[in-house]
């Protein structure tokens, strides 16, 4: 167990349908990252926040939004929802080093 | 740009040993990581090596060249667990993490 949570597990929607995922981090971390994942592809890098602050973007869609609230959880927005963007979303977080990373969140749309 | 280069596949032999490459080139250098990713799971931190040499962690060792930006992961003793993809990831300048697009692993009895 990592100590980063996300919910949910699965998301199963439609196209054009808006989703919301969300990630806790560990106990003390300030930054969180988020990472979609497509079936036998590698990560890609979306956007990291650092104690509610967004911090860097990678590949992040204009459909696609993100936030960190003062607990400093994350939510990731998903918008417009296309066959495209199922995948798995991961969140992690670090504190020094080292990535921990929850066990992400499977979206399929249909 | 920025790129992490790893081979997409490899094959080995349970009890074997394999050697995973990789090669990157980064705006700067902070440190190189090893993360194992079993299929449909979350990728687990393996290795951190931030000055050239060897970093041994039981079955699992890591290597790097700083001059080469080079690295490689090497696995002894391979057991069926292991199948998995290995991710290569450079952490740069800004102290962001580039990854690799990750080796699969497959083991054979």
């Known amino acids: 167990d990592s100590g980063v949570t996300q919910t949910p597990k699965h998301l199963i929607t439609a196209t054009g349908q808006r989703v919301t995922l969300r990630c806790s981090p560990r106990s003390g971390d300030l930054s969180v990252y988020w990472y979609q994942q497509s079936l036998d592809q590698g990560l890609q890098f979306l956007i990291q926040?650092?104690?509610?602050?967004?911090?860097a973007k990678g590949n992040i869609l204009e459909r696609f939004s993100a936030q960190q609230f003062p607990d400093l959880h994350s939510e990731l927005n998903l918008s417009s929802l296309e066959l495209g963007d199922s995948a798995l979303y991961f969140c992690?977080?670090?504190?020094?080093?080292?990535?921990?990373f929850g066990p992400g969140t499977r979206l399929t749309v249909t | 740009g920025q790129n992490i280069d790893q081979p997409t596949e490899m094959t080995a032999t349970e009890g074997a040993i394999v050697q995973i490459n990789c090669t990157y080139q980064t705006s700067g250098f902070n440190g190189l990581f090893w993360y194992q990713q079993h299929a449909g799971e979350a990728p687990t931190f393996l290795s951190y090596n931030v000055l050239d040499g060897l970093e041994e962690k039981g079955r699992f060792s890591s290597f790097l060249s700083r001059s080469k930006g080079y690295s490689y992961l090497l696995l002894k003793e391979l057991q069926m667990k292991d199948s998995a993809s290995y991710l290569c990831a450079v952490r740069d300048s800004n102290y962001q993490l580039i990854w690799g697009a990750g080796t699969k692993l497959i083991i054979k009895p």
């Open positions: 992690a977080s670090h504190l020094e080093s080292e990535q921990y």
């Open positions: 926040y650092y104690n509610g602050e967004e911090r």
